[in-house]
């Protein structure tokens, strides 16, 4: 979705970095980049420490030491949260919530005008949604609230997108659109994170994996 | 009716009541929708237990209960925050220590002092007498700044609600935004006390979106409802405590909650059918 062309060029770096939560070292010592156009898998048991290392990336929680460059100025990030996190009874359709998507590029901006509006219509278009859009959110199967919210990380046209475990308690189908979607975007040059505790069931073509085990990161090419 | 009507707006006093109520109950309204969609509805409760607390100790020692009790509970609503994004702590559980500690030291306050008098009973149950200009052009700013405030910042209030931690990752100032609606909370919860009094004032955050909610699919359609209601229920509530000389807080109540009532019995029948 990003217009940069694909070029090994890093757009996030960690160096050092480490994490400490409720007294508790969760990541130690990480360094590694994240560069333009990679497909990179963060892989480890659960509780490893994989949503937090995002989250640290993010800017959601704080670091204890280290250093994270984001390289490119005012670089986007499109992040796509476990879903469990949500009301599911929210009373939204699910244009409103791909919208929102939009506000991070729109900076003090109040409405929504045709460039945003066409990005949320693209975004549901390409995870087959479009049908979807009037529709509740609190009606919608657990795979079609996914693909709502991996629209909405989409819609803001992010340098990086971050996606942790998009196809937690999916069926099949789901998770194959959200796959091929993925697998789309990659081609188109976008850079993707994406966290998964079953990296062989995917068989997508990366670039590279990032194994956090006891507590330290393991980069693989 | 319109005689009725002619009769109560020919009073200084209820003139000014109804206007402070009819602003209270719109910001309340738009505050009440983010307040029970983030799950965070008994701040209300806790905010207006402190907020009694605030005046009794006020008038205790003479100073203007107003302008004393605004900062305890604007502080106040900054704790319940800061304990409620901490982890560590169960805000829920903290909002009802608050709540229960301060009416325990509002009621010690008072019967130590002044005793339990009409003062102290006006702030349990409200009471019209008691709104005064000052109030009433409190209550316009507030409004007006919550009115702007959902008019030019309605998507980001939308997204943050819907999910605070991607609002925050897209580069929202979500902190901005809740210290905000914190101090906007405050103001009408001190506001809002003087006519409905402790027990009811959360009411006014709370039944409205619910009722919206059992009528409206989408955001937007549960923040414009929930106005409504909350104005219509204000205003029936209200005209009805002077026709039946009955106490306004609880009458304004009672209308909401047939709203409520009446909106969730609808929305079972018409998803049956």
Partial sequence: MSDSPVEKTPIIKLEGLSIVLSDQLIIKDASFSIDHGDFIYIIGENGSGKTTLVRAILGLIPIKSGKITVCKKHALIGYLPQESNLDPNFPATVEEIVSTGNLGKMRLRPFYKSAEKSATKNAMKLLRIDSLAKKKFVNLSGGQKQKTLLARALTSSPDILILDEPSNNLDAVSRKDIYHALETLSEQGQTILLITHDPERLNLKHSKTIEIKDKVTHVYA | ?273
């Fill in chain 2, 1 to 273: 009716m319109l005689n009725l009507l002619t009769e109560i707006f020919s009073y200084d006093f209820l003139t000014r009541a109804f206007l402070a109520g009819a602003l209270i109950s719109i910001v309340a309204a738009l505050v009440g929708v983010t307040l029970v969609l983030k799950k965070s509805a008994m701040i209300g409760d806790g905010l207006s237990h402190t907020a009694l607390s605030a005046f009794t100790i006020a008038t205790a020692l003479g100073f203007a209960p107003l302008w004393f009790s605004l900062p305890v509970v604007i502080i106040t609503s900054f704790v319940i925050l800061k304990l409620s994004t901490n982890r560590k702590f169960r805000g829920d559980a903290w909002i009802a220590v608050l709540a229960a500690g301060s009416l325990a030291i509002g009621t010690l306050t008072a019967s130590l002092t002044t005793g339990i008098n009409v003062d102290f009973t006006s702030f349990l149950f409200g009471s019209i007498l008691a709104v005064s200009t000052q109030e009433i052009i409190l209550s316009l700013i507030v409004a007006i700044v919550c009115i702007l405030l959902y008019l030019f910042s309605f998507n980001r209030i939308f997204a943050i609600t819907f999910d605070e931690e991607f609002a925050r990752s897209i580069g929202i100032k979500t902190n901005l935004y809740s210290a905000i609606f914190s101090i906007i909370c405050s103001v009408i919860i001190v506001l809002g006390m003087r006519l409905l009094g402790t027990l009811l004032i959360s009411s006014l955050l709370i039944f409205p979106t619910l009722t919206a909610m059992q009528l409206s699919r989408t955001f937007r359609g549960v923040v414009f409802s929930s106005v409504i209601i909350s104005l219509l229920a204000f205003a029936i509530g209200f005209v009805l405590s002077y026709a039946l000389n009955a106490p306004t807080g609880a009458s304004i109540v009672v209308v909401n909650l047939i709203f409520l009532l009446f909106a969730f019995i609808s929305h079972q029948l018409l998803h049956k059918t």
